[in-house]
């Protein structure tokens, strides 16, 4: 909660920018407001002034350039994303550092710079606010909205009106609307930040939460035997559902355990004795999300029968239904995996995930066969990955098989040959640039979603190479404006239209 008050303080600063010397005790124009006691209240505590004519103008709106040069005094955020530079800021205007430093930062949504134009002296509105406030907040995900005119927010704002509203920093009005393109008052800011105060005073600060990620944070070592079953307890964050741990040579020597809350109890049994590394895998409980730990055991020669050995889960072979092929073409790919394995993932030579196994195989002899289909989305000589899983996630340490595909592009009618974004992943507001290479046939793509419905057009270009080797080039310049996984597909058109086979493309923002 003291961040959040810390917050709003960026606006209360707000209200003595342009502020006289008038007293504390009283303002001329706020005998009948519905905010006196809060603005009083925050005058003698000193944190806001009226004017020197001794009022205090309660209903003034506070300016774009004054909401943002604010923020960023109070916050310094920092920041690389590129910016749209808008022609009405310069070097002369008293709020060009800010602006710089809010818009590296990423705070800016386009909507306040349409036209070229960020408009500095107009008054901020709520949505807007809402938005600077909830990027250099980094609010968490709530619930969903209740606002009776929520269809009347900007898309970009939707979310960011919901978590500064439901983190009290300011919410809405009493017939239920929020007012989105309203004004942002001197009298609103007041009365928030009193209501904040008050409530710092009653509660203590909030603890830090944890990463909402599945993680061994520690390790409480024991002494092990060959054999012999050891609890191993482990310290983690609560997103973790399993854990299993194995030894250097991909052997389970521990399963799932007795789990409190971030504390989990796993019965071990080594099954080769002396120094050795063994690594802890803290999954989902759905197995989306593994990550590993590792960490050094000394097992000691056991006196008696050793326990049998269970292989982690491992790709055997991979077999593709052909190894050249046309861009736009599927390729089906036939997997062979331990008894063990139960999931397959297909990774990229950068390690990101492009395609996985249909949750169906054949058992044949001690093994299982997996099916996998993949579209290639570049065309070239490509090197792949298969790794191996099962309920507790994948394990690439001790079940990666590669294998080569040679991808060839269509020249005949206008063809994506590659697709390159400047990120995987992308924050809330945050900008991005995708890259589209096609052949000489292309004059224009488009990026459209799962529906067919086109995002964005390019038409500008530049040509790279001669001859049979020459490529266009096309650059989109896009913000995430909407959380979650985007699928969609890059089309190449010429004058005639666009190409019916599109290439896969996948962001994901948060």
């Given at each position: 909660?003291?961040?959040?008050?810390?917050?709003?303080?960026?606006?209360?600063?707000?209200?003595?920018?342009?502020?006289?010397?008038?007293?504390?005790?009283?303002?001329?124009?706020?005998?009948?407001?519905?905010?006196?006691?809060?603005?009083?209240?925050?005058?003698?505590?000193?944190?806001?002034?009226?004017?020197?004519?001794?009022?205090?103008?309660?209903?003034?709106?506070?300016?774009?350039?004054?909401?943002?040069?604010?923020?960023?005094?109070?916050?310094?955020?920092?920041?690389?994303?590129?910016?749209?530079?808008?022609?009405?800021?310069?070097?002369?205007?008293?709020?060009?550092?800010?602006?710089?430093?809010?818009?590296?930062?990423?705070?800016?949504?386009?909507?306040?710079?349409?036209?070229?134009?960020?408009?500095?002296?107009?008054?901020?509105?709520?949505?807007?606010?809402?938005?600077?406030?909830?990027?250099?907040?980094?609010?968490?995900?709530?619930?969903?909205?209740?606002?009776?005119?929520?269809?009347?927010?900007?898309?970009?704002?939707?979310?960011?009106?919901?978590?500064?509203?439901?983190?009290?920093?300011?919410?809405?009005?009493?017939?239920?609307?929020?007012?989105?393109?309203?004004?942002?008052?001197?009298?609103?800011?007041?009365?928030?930040?009193?209501?904040?105060?008050?409530?710092?005073?009653?509660?203590?600060?909030?603890?830090?939460?944890?990463?909402?990620?599945?993680?061994?944070?520690?390790?409480?070592?024991?002494?092990?035997?060959?054999?012999?079953?050891?609890?191993?307890?482990?310290?983690?964050?609560?997103?973790?559902?399993?854990?299993?741990?194995?030894?250097?040579?991909?052997?389970?020597?521990?399963?799932?355990?007795?789990?409190?809350?971030?504390?989990?109890?796993?019965?071990?049994?080594?099954?080769?004795?002396?120094?050795?590394?063994?690594?802890?895998?803290?999954?989902?409980?759905?197995?989306?999300?593994?990550?590993?730990?590792?960490?050094?055991?000394?097992?000691?020669?056991?006196?008696?029968?050793?326990?049998?050995?269970?292989?982690?889960?491992?790709?055997?072979?991979?077999?593709?239904?052909?190894?050249?092929?046309?861009?736009?073409?599927?390729?089906?790919?036939?997997?062979?995996?331990?008894?063990?394995?139960?999931?397959?993932?297909?990774?990229?030579?950068?390690?990101?995930?492009?395609?996985v196994d249909t949750g169906v195989y054949q058992?044949?002899?001690?093994?299982?066969?997996?099916?996998?289909?993949?579209?290639?989305?570049?065309?070239?000589?490509?090197?792949?990955?298969?790794?191996?899983?099962?309920?507790?996630?994948?394990?690439?340490?001790?079940?990666?098989?590669?294998?080569?595909?040679?991808?060839?592009?269509r020249q005949d009618v206008p063809t994506v040959?590659?697709?390159?974004?400047?990120?995987?992943?992308?924050?809330?507001?945050?900008?991005?640039?995708?890259?589209?290479?096609?052949?000489?046939?292309?004059?224009?793509?488009?990026?459209?979603?799962?529906?067919?419905?086109?995002?964005?057009?390019?038409?500008?270009?530049?040509?790279?190479?001669?001859?049979?080797?020459?490529?266009?080039?096309?650059?989109?310049?896009?913000?995430?404006?909407?959380?979650?996984?985007?699928?969609?597909?890059?089309?190449?058109?010429?004058?005639?239209?666009?190409?019916?086979?599109?290439?896969?493309?996948?962001?994901?923002?948060?």
């Open positions: 909660m003291k961040k959040m008050i810390s917050v709003v303080l960026v606006c209360a600063l707000a209200l003595s920018m342009t502020a006289g010397l008038a007293s504390a005790a009283y303002f001329d124009d706020i005998t009948n407001h519905w905010a006196r006691t809060e603005i009083l209240e925050m005058a003698d505590a000193g944190v806001i002034n009226g004017y020197a004519d001794g009022t205090f103008r309660p209903d003034r709106p506070i300016t774009r350039a004054e909401f943002v040069a604010l923020v960023v005094r109070r916050y310094q955020p920092k920041g690389t994303y590129d910016v749209i530079w808008p022609v009405d800021v310069s070097q002369t205007n008293w709020y060009y550092d800010s602006f710089v430093q809010a818009a590296r930062a990423g705070l800016i949504p386009d909507a306040m710079l349409s036209g070229r134009l960020f408009r500095g002296d107009d008054a901020i509105t709520r949505e807007e606010a809402a938005y600077i406030l909830d990027r250099v907040l980094g609010l968490e995900e709530t619930g969903p909205m209740l606002y009776t005119d929520r269809g009347q927010i900007t898309v970009y704002a939707m979310d960011a009106v919901n978590r500064v509203s439901k983190a009290g920093i300011f919410g809405g009005y009493a017939d239920g609307t929020f007012r989105p393109q309203g004004e942002l008052t001197r009298a609103e800011v007041a009365a928030v930040l009193a209501r904040l105060a008050r409530k710092e005073a009653e509660e203590p600060e909030e603890p830090v939460p944890m990463p909402n990620e599945p993680m061994v944070l520690s390790v409480v070592n024991a002494t092990y035997t060959v054999g012999r079953t050891t609890q191993l307890v482990l310290y983690t964050t609560t997103a973790v559902g399993a854990i299993r741990i194995l030894d250097e040579s991909g052997n389970v020597v521990g399963v799932g355990g007795e789990q409190g809350y971030g504390i989990w109890t796993v019965p071990v049994t080594p099954v080769r004795a002396g120094q050795q590394v063994f690594t802890a895998y803290a999954s989902t409980a759905n197995g989306a999300k593994t990550n590993s730990y590792a960490f050094t055991v000394s097992v000691e020669q056991p006196a008696a029968n050793l326990v049998p050995v269970t292989e982690a889960p491992k790709v055997v072979s991979v077999t593709a239904s052909a190894s050249k092929l046309t861009l736009g073409d599927a390729v089906l790919l036939t997997v062979t995996a331990n008894e063990t394995a139960t999931r397959i993932r297909m990774l990229d030579s950068k390690g990101a995930e492009v395609s058992t044949v002899g001690k093994n299982r066969v997996f099916a996998v289909r993949y579209i290639p989305t570049a065309s070239g000589k490509q090197t792949f990955t298969l790794v191996a899983g099962d309920e507790y996630g994948f394990y690439p340490q001790t079940s990666p098989v590669t294998f080569t595909l040679e991808v060839t592009a040959t590659k697709v390159v974004a400047s990120t995987n992943t992308v924050s809330l507001g945050g900008r991005f640039t995708v890259t589209v290479t096609a052949n000489t046939k292309t004059t224009r793509v488009c990026l459209a979603d799962a529906l067919g419905a086109i995002i964005s057009e390019q038409t500008s270009y530049k040509t790279v190479g001669t001859g049979t080797k020459a490529v266009r080039v096309f650059e989109f310049e896009l913000r995430a404006t909407a959380s979650g996984t985007f699928t969609g597909y890059i089309y190449a058109g010429g004058e005639s239209g666009y190409t019916s086979t599109g290439m896969p493309f996948t962001m994901t923002v948060r």
